[in-house]
């Protein structure tokens, strides 16, 4: 079973930028859709950025423009520029649940690393 372990989080404030990255044991990223996505208090989990197994990118409406994804065989990352306060959320990477196929909040066989908070002040 593949285990995924989140880094990168903190405080900053707005304007400025943080790089998360997600690390992979117990198995890679390869041919796997990868993403990150997101969870503010009250609000459900969304997708910020994915990537799948042959580097096509996805960014929510919310991030294109400021956050990057990109990924190596046992890595990913989420560069984030120009964060605002409205970012603050833990943010989770995710290993879609097969090979070739897609991230999805409702993938029950995906695998999710444990988070990381993220907190932009104003």
């Known amino acids: 079973q593949v285990q995924l372990v989140e880094s990168g989080g903190g405080l900053v404030q707005a304007g400025g930028s943080l790089r998360l990255s997600c690390a992979a044991s117990g198995g890679t990223f390869s041919l796997y859709g990868i993403g990150w996505f997101r969870q503010a208090p009250g609000k459900e989990r969304e997708l910020v950025a994915s990537?799948?197994?042959?580097?096509n990118t996805y960014y929510a409406d919310a991030a294109k423009g400021r956050f990057t994804i990109s990924r190596e065989n046992a890595k990913m990352y989420l560069q984030m520029n120009s964060l605002k306060p409205e970012d603050t959320a833990v943010y989770y990477c995710?290993?879609?649940?097969?090979?070739?196929?897609?991230?999805?909040?409702?993938?029950?066989?995906?695998?999710w690393g444990q988070g990381t908070q993220v907190t932009v002040s104003s």
């Open positions: 995710a290993r879609s649940g097969r090979m070739y196929s897609s991230v999805t909040s409702s993938d029950s066989s995906a695998s």
């Open positions: 990537i799948s197994w042959n580097r």
